[in-house]
């Protein structure tokens, strides 16, 4: 692989190890159905509409074997392919390869997996075919007597260890933090360290960051209250230049349905472009708005009403099917003065059918689901 590519290995692992803390609310849109039949082919076609016809935008097709594997994708700009992507399984249905085509059809890189037999990664060797010839870069995983990952060794064409990243678990398996270090294009490393700590509940209550970039040392600090941050510090080279914090009674009146993921996804923990900054840009949520929901005797949200302080801002509604399934949601902007809509439809099996989206009562955008099944 080119060496950014093969910087990314490590931020790719690191920002998976940022993930295992996410505390994920429930999904409106993932309720559970009945038994689904086994689909050969599933269509996603993406319409904008415009003089009341409908444009198609993209388009993504799907296609499964018999055991339920996704064996293909194939991603269109229209009808114009852009890139199309297989998958390879072994004997057992475990994921061993993938090959990607460009628009030409031509093979622009691939990943072959090698895996014990509890079908953890043990070897990761992944090409990018670039005339005249190729790039390749190979990452060896290892596990703990428990089985938890311990450290990821990533090496370049010529068998060179560019990038390193360790585990450190407590007594009880619960991951501490990590020591990563990678080598940058004039060949100097790289390192950063993640450190966390937890409440007897097992919950996040504090996360250290630092990063060392040549002279230049780099430290963010982040504590929770009930997996919510509510304070975020960011230092350079010893100056503290950003700093949020959050209201905690605030945090506490919302409930847990209202927390958002503690640690927002970014390529890495700690980048320092002028433009981010601000840690605000970087959250899921706006902490200034506070949010009143009422439930159905399901526990589903029947309606939410949205402030900034004592201002009302938006109003959202939900209607459900008879199988608690959502059908219908419309947001009420009380600042524009904008209605927005959305309709969602099912087969018989529960599986999407259409998403239509309005603005003031006009069709703006619709999805449509096609689906091909293999025969009993």
Same mark, same amino acid.
């Given at each position: ?9 490590? !931020? ?34 993406? /319409? ?11 388009? %993504? ?5 018999? /055991? ?58 992944? %090409? ?26 990533? /090496? ?73 941050? !509510? ?26 349905? *209202? !927390? ?66 959502? !059908? ?12 927005? *809509? ?27 689901? *096609?689906?091909?099944? /293999?025969?009993?």
């Amino acid at each position: 692989m080119d060496r950014s590519s093969q910087k990314n290995a490590t !931020i790719i692992n690191i920002a998976k190890l940022l993930l295992l803390f996410c505390c994920l609310g429930p999904s409106l849109w993932g309720q559970a159905t009945d038994s689904i039949p086994q689909i050969k082919e599933k269509r996603i076609l993406d /319409y904008r509409l415009k003089d009341n016809q409908r444009l198609l935008q993209k388009k %993504t097709v799907l296609e499964y074997n018999i /055991y339920g594997n996704l064996v293909q994708q194939s991603f269109y700009k229209g009808e114009q392919l852009q890139r199309a992507e297989y998958f390879k399984y072994d004997r057992l249905g475990q994921l061993v390869g993938r090959l990607r085509y460009d628009s030409m059809q031509a093979l622009v890189w691939s990943e072959d997996r090698q895996l014990d037999e509890e079908g953890r990664k043990l070897k990761v060797t992944q %090409t990018a075919y670039q005339p005249p010839g190729f790039q390749q870069q190979y990452t060896l995983y290892s596990y703990n007597s428990r089985g938890q990952i311990k450290q990821v060794q990533t /090496y370049n064409t010529e068998d060179q260890l560019v990038s390193e990243v360790n585990y450190l678990y407590s007594q009880l398996g619960e991951l501490l933090g990590s020591n990563a270090w990678d080598l940058q294009e004039d060949g100097s490393k790289r390192s950063l360290s993640i450190l966390h700590e937890y409440n007897k509940k097992g919950q996040i209550q504090r996360s250290v960051s630092i990063l060392q970039n040549g002279k230049d040392r780099y430290k963010e600090v982040r504590n929770f209250e009930n997996c919510f941050i !509510i304070e975020w510090q960011r230092y350079q080279n010893g100056v503290l230049y950003s700093h949020f914090k959050h209201d905690k009674e605030q945090i506490r009146q919302q409930g847990p349905s *209202e !927390i958002p993921p503690p640690l927002p996804f970014q390529l890495s923990p700690l980048e320092y472009e002028e433009s981010r900054k601000d840690p605000l840009q970087q959250m899921d949520y706006q902490p200034l708005r506070s949010i009143s929901t009422k439930n159905n005797d399901a526990g589903l949200p029947v309606k939410e009403a949205i402030r900034e302080g004592e201002k009302l801002v938006e109003v959202r509604y939900f209607f459900y099917d008879e199988a608690q399934r959502l !059908i219908r949601r419309k947001t009420v902007d009380k600042v524009n003065e904008e209605v927005k *809509e959305e309709e969602l439809s099912y087969t018989a099996k529960g599986l999407p059918l259409q998403h239509r989206q309005y603005l003031d009562k006009k069709l703006i955008q619709e999805r449509s689901y *096609e689906y091909i099944y /293999y025969s009993n």
